[in-house]
């Protein structure tokens, strides 16, 4: 396993599940209306990682509702099974630097996830598979 591997095993993924219980706790309704949105199918999300533009790393996250069970490194296989547009394929393009700056503000986005995101949204760039 290499260093951003573990950056994404080891710290991204339990990053995010602290901050998913941070909003949980703040705003139980959303979270129970997007995870009964996502329950009961086979949902992945992508996440590819770039160093100074260039791709360094590729992943795919396994969903349950809105729990991280499986992620695997290496490949970018999206797959979203949305009642209204069908199967999307989102994935999100992310230079490390700015994941590294997002972990290390967790006490921010633990706070206020609604306000501390806006400040990292210009440094991620979603995008569908065709």
Same mark, same amino acid.
């Given at each position: ?62 969903? *349950?509702?809105?729990?991280? +069970?499986?992620?695997?490194?290496? !490949?970018?296989?999206? =797959?979203?099974?949305?009642? /209204?547009? %069908? ?20 006490? *921010?986005?633990?706070?206020? +996830?609604?306000?501390?995101?806006? !400040?990292?949204?210009? =440094?991620?760039?979603?995008? /569908?598979? %065709?």
């Amino acid at each position: 396993m290499n260093d951003l591997d573990r950056l994404i095993l080891d710290q991204f993924v339990p990053f995010r599940e602290r901050v998913l219980a941070a909003v949980r706790e703040k705003h139980p309704y959303l979270l129970s209306m997007i995870n009964a949105f996502l329950a009961n199918k086979e949902n992945r999300v992508g996440m590819q990682v770039t160093e100074n533009g260039q791709v360094v790393g590729e992943y795919t996250f396994h969903l *349950a509702g809105i729990q991280v +069970v499986k992620t695997e490194s290496g !490949k970018l296989e999206s =797959e979203v099974h949305h009642p /209204f547009l %069908g199967v999307v394929k989102p994935y999100v393009l992310v230079e490390r630097a700015a994941l590294e700056r997002m972990i290390a503000d967790e006490a *921010a986005f633990s706070a206020d +996830v609604f306000a501390a995101l806006p !400040k990292y949204l210009p =440094e991620l760039t979603i995008k /569908f598979f %065709g």
